[in-house]
């Protein structure tokens, strides 16, 4: 059963950064990682992924071009650097974890990934 941990939310002004991470109990680099987050009263929306070997990578259009994903092997950590960021991206973030598809997603509903972290909460707001 592969544990996740995210850590490195907060609260930040807008036009702020902060950095994300997923850690986990097992090698993360034999997994397809999503980063999902759920602000309250909305739905669970998918902001960027990263397949296994790196070979795929996805943002939702919502982030493009603020948010970068990536990978570190050495760490065993991924990452969701977030830029630029603005009031509407204030939620809990998670990320999560499969092993066994191909390619990685973020409009997967519930299931798609096998595994979730507890999350962590992004406050953006002045």
């Known amino acids: 059963q592969l544990q996740l941990v995210e850590s490195g939310g907060g609260l930040v002004q807008p036009g702020g950064f902060l950095r994300l991470s997923c850690s986990a109990s097992?090698?993360?680099?034999?997994?397809?990682i999503g980063w999902f987050r759920q602000a309250p009263g909305k739905e669970r929306e998918g902001v960027s992924c990263?397949?296994?070997?790196?070979?795929?990578?996805k943002y939702a259009d919502s982030v493009k071009g603020r948010f970068t994903i990536s990978r570190d092997n050495v760490k065993n950590m991924v990452y969701l650097q977030m830029d630029s960021l603005k009031p509407e991206d204030t939620a809990v973030y998670f990320c999560?974890?499969?092993?066994?598809?191909?390619?990685?997603?973020?409009?997967?509903?519930?299931?798609?990934?096998?595994?979730r972290g507890q999350g962590t909460q992004v406050t953006v707001s002045s």
């Open positions: 097992g090698t993360l680099d034999r997994y397809a």
């Open positions: 990263i397949s296994r070997r790196d070979s795929i990578i």
């Open positions: 999560e974890a499969v092993a066994w598809r191909l390619g990685c997603t973020v409009v997967g509903g519930e299931g798609w990934y096998d595994y």
